[in-house]
């Protein structure tokens, strides 16, 4: 059961030439419970994608069509016993869904208010500075608890921030302190609690571990998943650090210039990647296995988001780019079906494993080449030149 | 909680002290490299020599150097201030009655330019760019260039001289009874209402200027700090955009216009020495240009040395309201 929906949902961004085209169509689904990984290079979308669920792209930004699905409605659309009220499916002036499901992107400003932190929260990236420099870190997240429970008492509100510290691992006491007593690891831990105080059904994480060093990272991941135990919040995990994603997700998705290119179990992806893109990401990350392997970054750099050539995003770097790659970004096609010999079977919904690629009929042979060193140096004389 | 120890406040006021001693110190040199002898305005063509050399001895002038210096040092420290030569009276007598005055005009102009500033500012800065911005932005800049007695030029004769809604000069009303009838008195509301009236033009001429040097600061770290972190969280949990702006960016944004108060207020002080002799405002400013003009020595040293005693005051105010503002700055509090 999904929890989260994104459909076809494409972000532009206004700048003073054309748009920036910062997503394009980008469908998958965020499970109840479940953990989804956003991976791929920066500036790929990822980071832009996280925001627009909460509708907290910059000013730019806006989308320009498609749809974030979210499985709730607001509690007046709701009927006593919790159920969505017949008529708020019916009446097309609510964004709601005949399965129930409302479109966050077409809330307005005071209703998208209530669904941030209450429903979803958000770690944001670089929390190390996300907490406000001239308030107790107790304050703060009493401030979260108060505005979307203005009922609870003020030293209730406290005791509940003291009890995520807690959990967290922080003191009860630091809760009077203020963020710069803090370490870098406890800021982000006391972000981690503050996502949790309203109790939300879905947490977003962008690039929850990438300021910390390795050990302070898995305190932090620790801390992630042993929230996500108690609370059973879904998670959109957003990272550029595929090791980390294999650690904590249970779906990933690989992006790619503003494109979804692969998605599907974490396994699945990592152990057979099915896109050229996933598999030369993986070439550039070590392995416990292959740590004395010479690490392979792919030649060249993503692509700018300003008017993006017709073809595969992927084919200017891709080394199993031909004559075909270079007409349409490729739809998503079943990786299943192509490892089985049925080489391209379109898969749109967000199920078992998708990629993106018109060389699927040869999945086999370009997970192969994909390991070999040469194979990715060949591409650099035809781009480069 | 406090987070200045008594040994900070200590050391800080003991600074203060020594730089009141140098402060003295330039004061005694400035006014003894002033060309001629201030007891010229005292001598007349007819008078003898001897009687100048008693002139001289009177006021203490035949005396070495050094001797001299340490007299004016030792003097002021004790509350001597001496005589006034030109108004014949105490010094004091007459910094007693004026300093007050000053305080009032630069107090009510550092709290409307304090308030005023980085309110609009902070305001500016949220709607950065649009035309509003832009529009006020300007016109904040033409008046931060204008000089202050033009302003206030400009003023009475708008407001005294074309509307006649305000009075144009002094600080109160001059024989109320020739103004209210004979048989009238002042109470104290009364009083208070005639002086605020007159105040009224000297502190809308200094507000004018005296707002924008902080709405400058202000905007500019509003657009800085709107791009923070924090303020990005702020609104992620969901706060309104009203409580996002002022509770989580303007805090933030007051620290870096408190630091630039503190150069600020001097301006204003400033400001106001000029303003009073525009409007005629019987403070220190004016006390400062007529013993200026009249020579009198004794009592242009103890108004600029007031003054500067108010301004080290101001620093040590500022100074306190600092630690309130950043918690991350702590003065003298041991680390644990």
């Known amino acids: 059961m999904p929890l989260l929906e994104f459909e076809d949902l494409s972000i532009r961004y206004r700048t003073d030439g054309p748009d920036v085209k910062a997503s394009e169509d980008v469908n998958f689904e965020v499970d109840y419970g479940k953990t989804f990984g956003l991976v791929g290079e920066s500036g790929c979308g990822k980071t832009t994608l996280g925001k627009s669920i909460l509708q907290l792209l910059d000013d730019n930004g806006y989308v320009e069509s498609g749809h974030i699905w979210y499985d709730d409605v607001l509690p007046e659309w709701k009927t006593d016993t919790g159920k969505v009220r017949p008529e708020v499916v019916e009446d097309d002036r609510y964004p709601v869904r005949d399965d129930g499901m409302m479109d966050l992107t077409a809330l307005d400003s005071d209703d998208i208010r209530r669904v941030r932190w209450n429903n979803i929260s958000l770690i944001p990236q670089s929390s190390m500075n996300a907490l406000n420099p001239v ?60 996502a949790m105080a309203c109790n939300p059904d879905m947490v977003i994480a962008d690039e929850p571990t990438t300021a910390l060093d390795v050990i302070i990272q898995d305190r932090v991941l620790d801390a992630i998943r042993e929230m996500q135990d108690q609370f059973d919040v879904s998670m959109l995990i957003i990272s550029h650090d595929i090791s980390v994603m294999a650690e904590t997700c249970d779906r990933l998705g690989v992006m790619y210039g503003g494109r979804l290119m692969e998605s599907g179990t974490t396994k699945e992806v990592i152990e057979n990647p099915a896109n050229p893109y996933t598999m030369g990401l993986q070439n550039s990350f070590p392995t416990v296995e292959e740590s004395q392997e010479r690490l392979l970054a792919i030649p060249g750099t993503p692509p700018t988001l300003t008017e993006p050539a017709d073809e595969c995003r992927f084919a200017e770097r891709c080394p199993f780019a031909t004559n075909v790659c270079m007409n349409d970004h490729p739809p998503m096609y079943d990786a299943e079906a192509a490892s089985d010999g049925r080489s391209r079977v379109q898969q749109e919904a967000d199920v078992g494993h998708r990629s993106a690629c018109y060389r699927l009929d040869v999945l086999e042979e370009m997970r192969e080449r994909a390991k070999e060193e040469e194979t990715w140096q060949q591409t650099e004389t035809p781009s480069s030149s | 909680m406090t987070r200045i120890s008594a040994k900070y406040l200590a050391q800080r006021l003991i600074i203060s002290y020594l730089t009141i001693l140098v402060i003295m110190t330039l004061l005694f040199v400035l006014l003894h490299s002033m060309p001629g002898s201030f007891i010229q305005t005292m001598q007349s063509p007819d008078m003898t020599g001897e009687q100048i050399e008693r002139l001289k001895e009177q006021w203490g002038l035949n005396e070495p150097l050094w001797k001299q210096y340490v007299d004016f040092m030792v003097n002021y420290q004790t509350g001597e201030f001496g005589w006034s030569p030109h108004w014949n009276v105490p010094v004091w007598n007459l910094i007693e009655r004026r300093l007050p005055r000053t305080v009032i005009l630069f107090g009510a102009t550092t709290i409307t330019g304090f308030m005023i500033g980085p309110l609009v500012g902070m305001y500016l800065g949220w709607w950065r760019g649009t035309k509003r911005d832009r529009s006020i932005f300007t016109g904040g800049l033409i008046a931060y260039s204008l000089p202050s007695f033009w302003i206030a030029w400009l003023f009475i004769w708008l407001f005294s001289f074309e509307l006649d809604l305000l009075p144009a000069k002094y600080m109160r009303t001059q024989f109320p009874q020739e103004v209210y009838g004979t048989g009238f008195e002042w109470t104290a509301m009364m009083a208070m209402r005639d002086v605020l009236w007159h105040l009224a033009l000297p502190l809308l001429s200094l507000t004018a200027i005296g707002w924008v040097g902080s709405m400058l600061i202000m905007r500019t770290v509003m657009q800085n700090v709107t791009e923070q972190d924090y303020v990005f969280l702020a609104r992620a949990k969901g706060l309104s955009e009203r409580k996002v702006m002022i509770k989580h960016a303007a805090r933030n944004a007051l620290i870096p216009v408190a630091t630039g108060a503190i150069v600020g207020i001097a301006f204003i002080l400033d400001g106001a020495v000029v303003i009073e002799n525009v409007f005629n405002y019987p403070g220190m400013g004016n006390l400062i240009l007529d013993s200026v003009l009249n020579n009198d020595h004794p009592t242009t040293q103890a108004v600029f040395f007031m003054l500067a005693v108010l301004l080290v005051i101001c620093r040590i105010i500022q100074d306190i309201a600092y630690t309130y503002l950043d918690p991350r700055i702590k003065f003298g509090e041991e680390e644990s």
Not at chain 1, 170 to 187: L, N
């Open chain 1, 135 to 194: 308030y107790r870190v107790g304050d703060q997240i009493v401030e979260a608890i108060r505005v979307h429970e203005p009922e609870t008492p003020e030293d209730e509100a406290h005791e509940r921030a003291r009890d995520l510290l807690e959990q967290v691992g922080i003191e009860r006491e630091r809760a009077d302190d203020y963020a710069h007593q803090f370490s870098g690891g406890m800021k982000q831990r006391a972000i981690i609690a503050m």
